[in-house]
């Protein structure tokens, strides 16, 4: 195929291998590639997409990738613990199962029993560009997307050296340390990243010691074809504090009445041929991925405490082929391709005889443990056909099959008295609609319709052996349906609007199940949940030394079957129409950015950033509601050609408030936040 590929080439540009350009101009025309997966400006993307650059991250107060995303409309943020980030796109990400397809480099990077993503192993430092898309995605990317795709891309440049060398501190002694350095020479290109981070959270008990490389080593056989070998290393120990109650959070905000250990390294690796031709286009992404984690849980034995070894091994492989040819001597782009992913994890559990802080993990827990495997094959097939040069109509269908090995250590068939399926195995189809029309230059709308699943993760499958046994019942996929329309409008400089009404339609949902006389009946296949939502983004810089950023998230979020649990009086009630928990009705994010001075190449900017979040529900009954708080961040940088210096504060009038609640059984949860927290940084360009 690289020969093939090489002897084919015609001398065209080298897409990707210069810097992007740094402007101040409308980002009408950036090329964005995730929603369909081929290359258009973003006006002549037929579904919501949303972009940030290296620039946009540098003027933010963000240490870590959600930080920045958390501030698009549609996008939910948590991070309990402090350290531990996770995002919600739309509200699709509920309970303990990952959320969006995270790409980094062509490679999918989420990993483990939940299939979460270590967002700090993604340096912001080394983003060059990120892509979001909102809502089910499955025709092109499987059952991973159901809940939306995040693509990466990392730094490169014409130059044969480039890079930064950085260092920042903050309140709870974090310390982060980050060395980056990419460029290119005649047919070579290269990155590569070190980071290390020392840090404490809010609550006693929570910190984190991780260390970080990365990089990527590529070579152009051809003016348009590129082979390329990226590598993600992670080397991570932490302790994460446990939730508080009320009383505890009255008594002191910051104690830990319980803790976590973990400790885990992380192998990431994947190569990647890529050709642009005159008559097509491919892409070829192979990966192998690899997770040796400890886990340790009630170290001060609140609950028996347990430990918990995993071991995972990924091997997977992506392909797509566009045929550029027209069709009635109108453009046309046909696109094929196939993904395969095959997900091993072996787990081990093993309990201390008592609630004993110190106790030996001496009790094996069979019923948490075994050999699970999960392996997934895909095809698909997409056309984009220009009716006339500004209408294109997308259609797409993708066929999926997986199947599932649950070799757990405990016979849940209790040698054949009861069916358990340990095998299971499915197939989905899922197509996808799309119109984009662009009557204006600077304008354009679209609509799709978009069918998804997600498939159950490991988790998901032994968390209920038991009761599925019992009740001869076997998990399958929750079936995802969107419904979108929007608009695009980059009116002029100083006004931008990015428009967007959805609807999604969740159908056998996993939820927990209670009986009609509260026994409860584990995981299932029980709920419908319906999802309603109308996101905006405006954009503008009304100056040369002013610009803003607004982001508005409207979602009603609720149950549309008669799923039953336990209220704050354990009393069996139905949930129906009920709100989804931790889903606010309203979500305001507005950036204010401004160049206070620019002298002899010095420049001072100064970010300010206010983020508001309506109530929220804690619980599925509904019984309990977290309050509505406003919060206020801000930066200061001054930036030369060859250095940074910033100083920046978080939750800036000390506000007090909790990054995560809930409420179980009428009892209410908390892990607190901090208040006003600083943190400064220098860095040097090169």
């Known amino acids: 195929i690289i020969l093939f590929l090489s002897l084919s080439n015609k001398p065209l540009h080298a897409e990707g291998r210069t810097e992007k350009q740094d402007t101040d101009t409308v980002k009408m025309e950036e090329m964005v590639v995730t929603s369909t997966r081929t290359e258009h400006s973003m006006l002549d993307t037929p579904s919501n997409i949303s972009v940030i650059t290296s620039k946009d991250i540098a003027s933010m107060d963000a240490k870590t990738l959600p930080e920045v995303i958390k501030k698009l409309p549609g996008v939910f943020y948590s991070n309990a613990s402090g350290l531990e980030p996770h995002l919600s796109l739309r509200g699709t990400r509920i309970g303990m199962s990952g959320g969006a397809m995270v790409i980094l480099n062509g490679i999918p990077v989420s990993m483990g029993k939940f299939g979460y993503t270590d967002w700090e192993s993604i340096p912001v430092e080394n983003i060059e560009q990120v892509e979001v898309v909102k809502g089910p995605l499955s025709s092109l990317y499987g059952g991973d997307s159901a809940r939306g795709v995040i693509n990466i891309v990392t730094k490169k440049s014409d130059k044969p050296v480039a890079g930064k060398l950085s260092f920042a501190a903050g309140?709870?002694?974090?310390?982060?340390?980050?060395?980056?350095?990419?460029?290119?020479?005649?047919?070579?290109?290269?990155?590569?990243?070190?980071?290390?981070?020392?840090?404490?959270?809010?609550?006693?008990?929570?910190?984190?010691?991780?260390?970080?490389?990365?990089?990527?080593?590529?070579?152009?056989?051809?003016?348009?074809?590129?082979?390329?070998?990226?590598?993600?290393?992670?080397?991570?120990?932490?302790?994460?504090?446990?939730?508080?109650?009320?009383?505890?959070?009255?008594?002191?905000?910051?104690?830990?009445?319980?803790?976590?250990?973990?400790?885990?390294?992380?192998?990431?690796?994947?190569?990647?041929?890529?050709?642009?031709?005159?008559?097509?286009?491919?892409?070829?992404?192979?990966?192998?991925?690899?997770?040796?984690?400890?886990?340790?849980?009630?170290?001060?034995?609140?609950?028996?405490?347990?430990?918990?070894?995993?071991?995972?091994?990924?091997?997977?492989a992506k392909f797509i082929f566009t045929l550029k040819q027209p069709v009635a001597g109108k453009t046309n782009l046909l696109s094929a391709g196939f993904d395969y992913d095959n997900d091993q994890i072996d787990i081990e559990r093993k309990k201390a005889a008592s609630k004993t802080v110190g106790l030996p993990y001496t009790v094996a827990d069979p019923k948490k443990s075994g050999d699970f495997k999960r392996e997934e094959l895909g095809f698909f097939l997409q056309d984009e056909f220009f009716v006339i040069e500004n209408l294109t109509l997308t259609a797409g269908i993708r066929y999926d099959y997986f199947e599932y090995d649950n070799d757990s250590d405990y016979d849940f068939s209790k040698g054949g008295a009861l069916d358990y399926e340990d095998t299971p195995h499915y197939d989905k189809w899922n197509p996808r609609f799309a119109i984009n029309y662009r009557p204006l230059n600077n304008f354009s709308v679209y609509g799709s319709y978009n069918k998804s699943y997600r498939a159950p993760n490991v988790y998901d499958y032994y968390y209920s052996a038991s009761y599925s046994a019992k009740s001869a019942y076997t998990l399958k996929p929750e079936e995802f349906a969107q419904y979108e329309i929007g608009y695009r409008w980059f009116f002029t400089e100083w006004f931008n609007l990015d428009m967007s009404l959805f609807r999604i339609e969740i159908d056998d949902m996993l939820d927990t199940v209670y009986d009609q006389d509260g026994t409860y009946q584990g995981k299932q296949n029980i709920s419908e949940v319906t999802i309603k939502g109308f996101e905006a983004a405006i954009t503008g810089a009304p100056l040369k030394w002013l610009s803003y950023k607004l982001a508005y998230t409207y979602t009603d979020a609720r149950y549309k079957s008669d799923t039953l649990v336990k209220d704050a009086n354990k009393d069996v009630v139905s949930i129906r129409d009920n709100r989804l928990a931790k889903i606010p009705f309203n979500r305001v994010s507005a950036d204010l950015d401004a160049t206070l001075f620019n002298i002899n190449g010095y420049k001072l900017l100064w970010n300010i950033n206010m983020q508001y979040q309506d109530k929220y529900k804690m619980d599925k009954a509904n019984d309990s509601e977290y309050k509505d708080y406003t919060l206020f961040n801000s930066k200061l940088n001054l930036s030369h050609k060859h250095f940074d210096i910033f100083v920046a504060a978080e939750n800036l009038f000390d506000y007090r408030y909790d990054n995560y609640a809930y409420a179980s059984y009428g009892k209410e949860y908390f892990y607190p936040a901090a208040g006003v927290t600083w943190f400064w940084g220098v860095a040097y360009k090169f």
């Open 171 to 316: 309140d709870f002694h974090d310390r982060r340390y980050n060395a980056l350095i990419y460029g290119s020479q005649d047919r070579f290109f290269y990155n590569l990243n070190a980071k290390t981070r020392r840090s404490r959270a809010y609550s006693n008990k929570s910190q984190v010691d991780n260390d970080y490389y990365n990089g990527e080593f590529g070579v152009y056989l051809a003016d348009t074809v590129s082979l390329a070998f990226n590598f993600n290393v992670a080397d991570k120990e932490r302790t994460l504090a446990r939730r508080l109650t009320e009383a505890e959070v009255k008594e002191d905000r910051n104690q830990a009445t319980d803790y976590s250990y973990t400790e885990n390294t992380d192998l990431i690796t994947g190569l990647n041929l890529k050709a642009n031709q005159d008559i097509f286009d491919l892409t070829t992404t192979l990966y192998y991925k690899n997770r040796d984690k400890d886990y340790e849980n009630y170290k001060m034995a609140t609950s028996t405490p347990y430990k918990e070894e995993l071991d995972e091994d990924v091997f997977g």
